[in-house]
């Protein structure tokens, strides 16, 4: 396969994940390979350069020779073109680590750009450029001389080789750096700007090659033996100068992407507030359906389908997912004949029970013939418990006994340890089927789910009991709409954890829909979620498919026998 079915096939893969850092990627993996440029016998070849490389001065009492043991050719890992050499790097330079003074004294330091350059990891991190001045810090002539850091000459290729491994660099100026380092101090025969692409390259078998595991450092020994894929010096240069170009065409594509990726999510914001924030009667309607036609157009990534759940939800208990009919009974209808248990009733009576949010609290104007309701009027309400865990006979498969983790996206997973008998009647607490649990603590407050059996839950859930005939499933779509989920937010108590104790949980208000319009909606959203579902899904495997295109057409360009020059892109 050749360069050209890549550039065929370019529009189709752009859009893989990061397509711009993997095409980088192969463009100094081509580099490194001789199949970027083309070569020209009349620049000579690698191997007179090594043996007439010298080192430039570097500041300072330190010398070393550089060495001269080529590696075995069994050893070179690909095959390089003619004139090309395989050494070792510290054939073609001064590995140097760094230091840093004692952080204490104050006057070992001075503001970055006013001392002598010193370089750390974090540093590298927020360099935008290839070519690096100095860090946030640069130390004084005292904090050098309290430190091993040695001061290397401009053009020196600096390489982190821990925390992380693998920023590039080159130093416009005399630099020294920290103990993170294991820069170049690049000899004759290898060019600054070359030395930086070989490192970018390579970064990758340097990391593999690093001991540990939780902290990885790359040592100086490891690096001064690293293989290095060296060409004529006039080659090194012509690669350097096309990696640069092909570099801002990179750089072009990821401005290009992120500009598409802000259009369509201004787009997608702007439909999407104006369906949940800005609807009107006449309007709404219409508007729903237009998004939801519109949608495939604005979801381009599997991350953006969950603002559309989102949104589905929300129309939902704002009334503009279905048509509403004048002849449904109204809402407030239904809730005056709920089937209550004679201690709710009596609780009523002794206890006032608003069926209808006051105007001042409304979060949105309410559809004709829906209604406010807060929960502890909708059914039982109350929180779980745990029983003692050092009594592991409280402990059993009897009943299902939930946690905030069991409860998930779109179900409850029973499959956790549940309560013996025992255990159940000890706890006195549980839930039938249809009723909601809703986490009321911690960093999944809000989170909620629909019982499908009998269970148990612990104190961090509080449990809804719908009266009939209220339809649990049109609750859960409501008590899971952000406006509600806004509500469980800013009604519980921020301290080492977000609380919201069933006191206030159960006086939170929730927009009730006619029965037969709950029914249509529970519908509706059930056949959205749905196309969100396959939506995502069919991204998700777009996505994949554009990026093991990708990547088999670097591989196969990479791999293959053509060269690839800037022209051809």
Not at 82 to 94: D, E, F, H, I, S
Not at 236 to 264: K, W, Y
Not at 368 to 382: D, M, N, R
Request: glycine residues 8%; proline residues 7%.
């Amino acid at each position: 396969m050749s360069a050209e079915l890549l550039l065929k096939e370019f529009r189709r893969v752009a859009s893989a994940p990061d397509s711009a850092d993997r095409l980088r990627r192969f463009v100094v993996d081509l580099a490194v390979r001789g199949l970027l440029v083309e070569q020209d016998p009349a620049d000579g070849d690698a191997y007179s350069l090594l043996a007439e490389a010298a080192l430039p001065a570097i500041e300072g009492s330190r010398r070393s020779a550089l060495s001269k043991e080529f590696p075995e050719a069994d050893d070179a890992p690909y095959k390089v073109p003619p004139g090309w050499a395989w050494c070792r790097l510290n054939q073609v330079g001064l590995i140097v680590g760094g230091g840093t003074p004692p952080s204490h004294d104050p006057g070992n330091f001075t503001d970055g750009g006013s001392g002598i350059a010193w370089l750390t990891p974090a540093d590298m991190a927020s360099q935008p450029h290839l070519e690096v001045k100095h860090g946030a810090r640069d130390l004084t002539e005292q904090g050098l001389r309290s430190s091993s850091a040695t001061v290397m000459p401009k053009g020196t290729v600096l390489f982190t080789s821990r925390a992380p491994i693998g920023y590039v660099g080159v130093a416009a100026g005399r630099v020294t750096t920290n103990q993170g380092f294991k820069s170049l101090v690049p000899s004759s025969a290898i060019d600054s700007a070359y030395g930086a692409i070989y490192f970018r390259a390579f970064a990758p078998l340097i990391e593999a090659s690093a001991p540990g595991t939780t902290f990885k450092e790359v040592s100086g020994k490891i690096v001064s033996r690293l293989l290095v894929p060296l060409p004529p010096l006039a080659e090194q240069r012509r690669i350097a100068a096309t990696v640069s170009e092909l570099m801002a065409l990179c750089d072009q594509l990821d401005v290009a992407q992120n500009g598409r990726d802000l259009h369509q999510g201004a787009l997608r914001s702007a439909a999407l507030h104006r369906l949940t924030e800005q609807v009107d009667e006449l309007s709404g309607t219409a508007d729903t359906q237009f998004f939801l036609d519109a949608m495939p157009r604005f979801v381009t990534l599997p991350d953006h389908v969950e603002a559309i759940r989102q949104s589905v939800l929300e129309l939902a208990i704002r009334g503009y997912l279905v048509p509403q009919d004048p002849s449904d009974e109204a809402a407030d209808q239904l809730l005056n004949r709920l089937v209550k248990p004679d201690s709710i009733r009596r609780r009523s009576a002794r206890r006032t029970s608003s069926a209808s949010k006051a105007t001042g609290e409304a979060a949105h104007t309410l559809r004709p013939g829906w209604c406010w309701s807060s929960l502890h009027a909708l059914g039982i309400t109350q929180t779980g418990g745990t029983p003692p865990t050092q009594d592991r006979s409280l402990y059993g498969d009897a009943l299902p006994f939930i946690k905030p983790g069991d409860i998930g996206h779109n179900k409850i997973d029973y499959a956790g340890p549940g309560l013996s008998e025992a255990g159940a009647l000890a706890l006195g607490r549980h839930a039938p089927p249809g009723a909601l649990l809703m986490v009321c603590i911690g960093a999944s407050l809000g989170k909620c789910g629909l019982l499908d059996r009998t269970c148990s839950f612990n104190q961090q859930i509080n449990a809804l009991t719908p009266f009939e005939p209220l339809l649990a499933d049109y609750l859960l779509i409501a008590m899971r709409s952000p406006s509600f989920q806004r509500d469980v937010w800013a009604s519980s108590a921020h301290g080492t954890l977000p609380i919201l104790n069933k006191g206030r949980w159960e006086q939170l208000f929730l927009p009730i829909a006619p029965l037969a319009e709950q029914h249509r909606i529970v519908a509706k959203v059930d056949e959205l979620m749905t196309l969100c579902g396959e939506l995502e899904a069919a991204l998700v495997s777009s996505q994949e498919e554009r990026g093991r295109l990708l990547e088999s057409l670097l591989h196969e360009a990479l791999n293959g026998e053509h060269s690839f020059t800037l022209s051809s892109l």
